[in-house]
């Protein structure tokens, strides 16, 4: 007579009794069991593993299942089986269509939910406009004036009559106290914005005129670091208006410059085929990174603050770490074979962007050192190139006195702005809040993002603008020029 499980009703491979029920058990199935529920499955009594005594058989023989003796029997189980997995099936594809409705709904849901709140924000400033403009209109419900050619009236003990009834605001007045309004509102915007700039001279060699590259220390937006055609690098102070060092090294003119946003380190590059690294406390140059055997056409620092890209003549890239000077990495585009004019880094410094000869940009997974995305479009070669601090957008200037604007999560361009015939532009700059474009070149000008519509242009610099840069909050901004000269304009 087979032993059976009690628990499973089928022969147990290692059959053990209980002393609590005396039934017997597949020992795997009744300490699963004990281990749920320290009780006997039969009784409810307490037990324990320990108290399971195996029972000694020799090697038991399974039965075959009563469904599974014949032909027949197997296949009516495969055909069972088959319907079940294809009834499986059926009811998979049935949630899965659920939840493609659903998601289609929910996009749409929010889709319509930032309409709405575009049409509010939109909504909300154009009342916070039209109350600006009635406030200066609070106050003037006067008195009823009398018309000169009519002397007052008076009573009969020489007092002034009291007048009740008066004429009130025409629409003409209204409508002329508006256009008045909006005409001062206009001037007062422009004042604000359009304020006499600062201007500093003397920072660089008169002999070699040109300030050629620019940047603000991002921790103390103050400090101001400029690179020459006189071949120096000049770290100056806004608040002292002085000069805190003149470091000297490159052999030719020196092109880019970082400060870096929390040490007293500033970087250089050059035509000389060097990136410098200097220590603006020391006055010295600390570190010499020769990654290139071409001029040096951009730099960018890394989020980290511990690696620097660098672009050249020579076709490549190179990623560098500014510790020890060393090259890490050194890539080309061996199917272009043009020279790379201008490299950025991405917000997240996980990708970043080159400009070319050929009028490419190009953009780089920096982890693979992989061309992952190119955007043709400009018919000259790149010159500058600038991400936005939300990472969306790539802001890209050429020789072809063009602008234009790239979506990174499309990988297209959405908006070309053409500039005046022979407008060259030399430099571009999010401000930190991605609010403001700013452009340098023939002139400077300042963009609001989203519309992309022109509310700045200063035309105070004599000579070709290198250089421009945002302050904190973008409260002024600064540019830099081939007629040697600094200027702060307060936004």
Same mark, same amino acid.
Request: hydrophobic share 35%; glycine share 2%.
């Given at each position: 007579m087979a032993l059976v499980c009690a628990i499973s009703n089928e022969v147990p491979e290692h059959p053990c009794v209980s002393p609590v029920s005396n039934q017997v058990f597949e020992r795997r199935l009744i300490e699963k069991y004990i281990a749920e529920n320290g009780t006997d499955p039969m009784n409810g009594q307490p037990l324990s593993?320990? #108290?399971?005594?195996?029972?000694?058989? @020799?090697?038991?023989i399974r039965p075959k299942a009563p469904s599974a003796t014949s032909i027949?029997?197997?296949?009516? @189980?495969? #055909?069972?089986? +088959?319907?079940?997995?294809?009834?499986?099936?059926?009811?998979?594809?049935? $949630?899965?269509?659920? =939840?493609? $409705?659903?998601l289609s709904h929910a996009l749409y849901q929010h889709d319509a939910a930032c309409r709405v709140i575009a049409r509010l924000t939109k909504e909300v400033t154009a009342a916070r406009e039209a109350l600006a403009t009635l406030k200066p209109q609070a106050g003037l419900v006067a008195p009823q004036a009398v018309p000169a050619s009519q002397p007052a009236a008076a009573g009969a003990g020489g007092e002034p009559m009291e007048i009740s009834e008066q004429v009130g605001m025409t629409p003409e007045i209204i409508q002329k106290l508006q256009?008045?309004? =909006?005409?001062?509102? =206009?001037?007062?915007?422009?004042?604000?914005?359009?304020c006499a700039p600062c201007c500093l001279q003397g920072l660089h060699s008169a002999s070699v005129p040109g300030i050629l590259a620019l940047d603000l220390c991002p921790s103390d937006t103050n400090k101001v670091l400029t690179g020459g055609a006189?071949?120096?690098?000049?770290v100056f102070d806004k608040n002292e208006e002085q000069i805190v060092a003149t470091l000297k090294g490159h052999t030719k003119k020196v092109t880019s410059v970082i400060y870096h946003p929390s040490q007293s380190v500033v970087f250089s590059a050059s035509p000389d085929n060097t990136i410098r690294v200097w220590s603006v406390a020391g006055g010295n140059c600390v570190q010499v990174v020769r990654a290139h055997e071409g001029g040096v056409t951009g730099l960018s620092l890394h989020a980290t603050g511990d690696y620097l890209l660098s672009s050249s003549e020579d076709q490549y890239w190179a990623f560098s770490d500014i510790q020890t000077g060393r090259v890490l990495t050194k890539v080309t585009d061996e199917s272009a074979g043009c020279a790379l004019t201008c490299a950025q880094f991405h917000p997240d410094g996980l990708i970043f962007g080159t400009? =070319?000869?050929? @009028? $490419?940009?190009?953009? +780089?997974?920096?982890?693979?050192r992989t061309n992952v995305a190119n955007f043709p479009g400009h018919s000259g070669p790149v010159t500058s190139i600038a991400f936005s601090e939300n990472g969306y957008y790539l802001a890209t200037g050429a020789q072809d006195s063009s602008l234009k604007l790239w979506d990174l999560r499309k990988l297209k361009n959405f908006k070309t702005i053409t500039l005046d015939n022979n407008y060259e532009v030399k430099s571009l700059v999010f401000d930190q809040s991605g609010t403001y474009l700013a452009v340098g070149g023939s002139d400077i000008r300042v963009y609001i993002c989203k519309q992309w519509s022109e509310v700045l242009n200063f035309t105070d610099h004599t000579g070709l603008v290198t250089g421009v840069a945002f302050g904190e909050n973008a409260q002024f901004l600064t540019s830099a020029g081939m007629d040697r000269s600094l200027k702060f304009y307060s936004l």
């Open positions: 593993e320990e #108290q399971l005594v195996d029972i000694k058989v @020799s090697h038991p027949p029997a197997i296949l009516k @189980s495969l #055909q069972d089986e +088959w319907d079940a997995v294809m009834l499986h099936s059926f009811t998979l594809r049935q $949630q899965l269509q659920t =939840t493609r $409705q659903e256009d008045k309004a =909006t005409i001062l509102t =206009t001037e007062r915007k422009k004042l604000m914005l359009t006189d071949k120096n690098v000049v400009g =070319t000869a050929d @009028s $490419q940009i190009k953009i +780089w997974d920096l982890k693979e």
